[in-house]
């Protein structure tokens, strides 16, 4: 039962047409689980499928089947989960004649589960379509919607299949009262006599008649157990998909693709709503024309269950609140009913928040009560059930809410008030239409963290994260893991890279390779870390060996830095981005003076820096690093001005004359103002330094493979520098520079205090200065 014990966290998240492929209907969901052991037990592989003489184990197999099946059946309490299992027993009938197909299915099932189960270890997020499943706009499949309409029409079938058999019936009653009255004197006048024939036939068309109304009353009551299972069946389908959409507004605050329509869900469930209330309704008939029958009563508290169990899932949070909060400020969020338009008039509905702890959320889970200790005090916590005619749409919106302070639990070791996770709780009361009793309803927040000051904010975000990317389905508020697989945390990173850059140039094999060299502080290790777990501790509780900032803060500073300052850059594919030493002298070392690359920097938060090819004292060449340019150097001059300026660079890695690359990211001169100012500029000039203390060009050799550096195999880096457009530089070309400028230049550094290489400020290897200087044009 292991395979199965994997298998089913993982069937929410696959489309109906894959779970219909998986188990079809010859072999139904319910068979792998009822018989999850028994059928793991067996060794379906070793069966020749071409082999007749292997008929016979495969048709004692099929027996074992169909006996054990029924002895569930028997055993089961739910009448309407007995029949079924009954009818699935019989069904299995099909595979008497080849008892080897019966194998054969099996054999794939299993192997398909295996297969999802590999595709789901090797990190695919949820809900990514299987081959052959083409996906919608929003990135779930397609089928989905299609199935579920196509369920609802067939349980709406077989609704009015119910009430035409109950005007037949009606119709049998009457011409049976009516065949009873013609007969009555009949019997009378002849007690003596003899029996007249017009008796006769009328006494055979009343036991016809009866006949007829007992099959049509036993086909009335099998219709009955069979609409009630199809709903249990389709609203189970309807509530895995409210997860779903929970679960995918959850990923998307690390930038997965969501679509947060709601209205097919909405529709979704009134008409369940609707098909609940017939069945409920025919039912009541059934028990009026038949007498309380236990299999009745079943029926109807099915029914009950089933609307208790809609009525409560139908509250979702359609706008969630900031998930880092901060207190005495503000914030919203809404909440919106899909059942809204179901509801009784009258009363207006209010819906109350409350914030409540991790432990509290847990406990919702288990007890569905609202806790009693406050936690928080919450500013504008109520908010109306309100129905929008436009929108088809029932929200209770909250605009205005504030936690004014907030009472933190006991910390455990370490644990710092910006990894304590908590949640808002909106629950009320509610009534549907055509119900007597009110409905408690509530539901939850994503998990949010309370923070008092703005400095909190990094780390507020890095629980969140963590806890957004490796959460998983249906867990246990807020349960997370401690360590996952690098290759998860990869693609955690790249979406989260894109989407706050709001870009389409993803992180590259080269980019990531570096972040995992970085933060498993193995710079020299050219391998795959895909499998080596990473740690919370990992990314954001240690601060990285010799810096003072943790590798999340360190990551977060550069999506700001890029998303802020240099889109358009990362998005042309200008900027090289993560980038180690080795790869950095791979890349440049046989490049003539004046190539450089742009990189992150390695040693500052949120900088980018220049990495080029300059000439030495002697002759020769060595690779220089400009100290970083941070969001603030970058609004006083942008990053294509400052390339502009510096003299000493020419050509953008690999050859393409820099002039023409950035071209379209240069300032132009403003014309002299009417008033008689002449306009000026902040012009980038790099001080040389002392050369002696450069990194040299060529590195040390290394174990590092030289194909794992190859330059021919740099995605996205260059994307757009398509080398027709731009001539490559001849050999003995000199560098280009802007029309002879009017400059001060100078060190910035006195002349008594030379600058320090192994200063952390300064970035990695010997980096030289940077001066902004005014230039005037006259």
């Keep these: ?403 004014k302070k907030i009472k933190r639990a006991d910390r455990k070791g370490s644990e710092s008030v910006t990894e304590e996770k908590f949640a808002l709780l909106f629950n009320t009361e509610i009534t549907i239409t055509g119900c007597e009793s009110p409905y408690a309803i509530q539901t939850i927040t994503l998990p949010v963290v309370v923070i008092v000051h703005g400095s909190q904010e990094i780390n507020a975000m890095a629980t969140i994260i963590w806890d957004c990317a490796f959460s998983e389905p249906n867990r246990i508020p807020f349960v997370i893991p401690e360590r996952v697989p690098w290759k998860q945390m990869c693609e955690a990173l790249n979406s989260k890279f894109m989407s706050e850059v709001q870009t389409q140039r993803a992180l590259d094999r080269y980019n990531l390779h570096f972040l995992a060299q970085k933060i498993f502080d193995q710079p020299d290790i050219a391998e795959d870390f895909g499998n080596i777990p990473v740690s919370w501790a990992q990314f954001n509780k240690e601060v990285l060996p010799g810096r003072n900032f943790t590798f999340w803060q360190w990551f977060e500073g550069v999506i700001d830095l890029t998303k802020k300052c240099l889109r358009d850059y990362w998005s042309e594919g200008l900027i090289f981005g993560f980038i180690g030493k080795h790869h950095l002298h791979v890349l440049l070392q046989n490049k003539p003076n004046g190539t450089f690359l742009l990189r992150f920097s390695d040693s500052e938060m949120g900088g980018i820096t220049i990495a080029y090819v300059g000439p030495t004292d002697n002759g020769g060449r060595k690779i220089q690093n400009i100290q970083p340019f941070t969001k603030k150097d970058l609004d006083s001059a942008g990053l294509g001005d400052r390339i502009r300026d510096i003299s000493c660079i020419s050509y953008v890695y690999p050859d393409f004359v820099k002039t023409e690359v950035f071209k379209k990211f240069f300032t132009v001169l403003s014309p002299p103002n009417p008033d008689g100012y002449l306009p000026f500029k902040l012009t980038t000039v790099v001080n040389p330094g002392d050369l002696s203390s450069s990194t040299p060009s060529i590195p040390p050799q290394t174990d590092l493979p030289q194909d794992f550096y190859d330059q021919s195999m740099v995605p996205g880096y260059g994307t757009n520098m398509n080398p027709s457009h731009f001539s490559p530089h001849p050999s003995n070309c000199t560098p280009t520079y802007m029309s002879d400028p009017v400059s001060v230049t100078g060190s910035i550094y006195p002349s008594s205090m030379p600058p320090d290489p192994s200063d952390e400020s300064m970035g990695m290897d010997s980096l030289e200065g940077i001066l902004d200087q005014f230039e005037v044009h006259h």
């Design 1 to 403: 039962m292991a395979l199965w014990a994997q298998m089913t966290p993982q069937l929410q998240f696959l489309p109906t047409q894959t779970l219909n492929e998986l188990y079809p209907e010859t072999l139904p969901l319910d068979v792998r689980h009822y018989l999850a052991n028994w059928i793991e037990d067996q060794i379906w592989e070793e069966f020749d499928l071409d082999s007749v003489e292997q008929e016979p184990r495969a048709r004692l197999l099929l027996d074992q089947m169909v006996l054990l099946l029924q002895e569930v059946a028997q055993q089961n309490p739910n009448v309407v989960e007995k029949v079924k299992l009954q009818h699935i027993s019989k069904n299995l009938s099909v595979y008497q004649p080849q008892p080897m197909q019966l194998v054969r299915t099996v054999r794939d099932m299993l192997r398909k589960e295996r297969q999802l189960l590999g595709q789901a270890s090797l990190g695919f997020p949820p809900f990514q379509p299987m081959p052959g499943v083409p996906p919608a706009a929003n990135g779930t499949p397609q089928p989905v919607r299609e199935d579920s309409k196509a369920d609802v029409d067939n349980l709406v079938l077989k609704v009015l299949e119910i009430q035409n058999c109950r005007q037949t019936l009606h119709q049998l009653q009457e011409d049976l009262n009516w065949e009873k009255q013609e007969i009555e004197p009949m019997q009378v006048q002849n007690d003596l006599d003899q029996q007249h024939p017009d008796q006769v036939i009328r006494q055979n068309r009343i036991k016809q008649i009866e006949y007829n109304f007992s099959v049509c009353a036993k086909k009335r009551l099998q219709l009955l157990q069979e609409a009630v299972y199809a709903l249990e069946q389709c609203q189970s389908c309807l509530i895995l998909r409210i997860k779903s959409w929970r679960w995918e507004q959850h990923r998307a605050t690390i930038g997965v693709h969501f679509n947060d329509n709601l209205g097919f869900l909405q529709t979704w469930c009134e008409q369940l709503l609707g098909v609940n209330s017939n069945l409920r309704q025919e039912l009541m008939l059934m028990k009026r024309d038949h007498g309380e029958a236990e299999q009745l009563h079943t029926l109807q508290e099915s029914l009950e269950l089933l609307l208790q169990t809609l009525v409560q899932n139908s509250l979702v949070v359609d706008k969630q609140p900031p998930q880092v909060i901060k207190t005495q400020s503000k914030f919203s969020a809404t909440v919106r009913y899909l059942l809204g338009e179901k509801m009784a008039p009258g009363k207006p509905v209010v819906l109350k928040a409350q914030i409540i702890t991790e432990a509290q959320a847990r406990n919702l889970g288990q007890q569905s009560i609202v806790p009693n200790e406050n936690v928080g005090d919450l500013l504008n916590y109520t908010a109306i059930l309100e129905h929008n005619t436009a929108s088809k749409s029932t929200c209770a919106t909250f605009r205005n809410m504030s936690i």
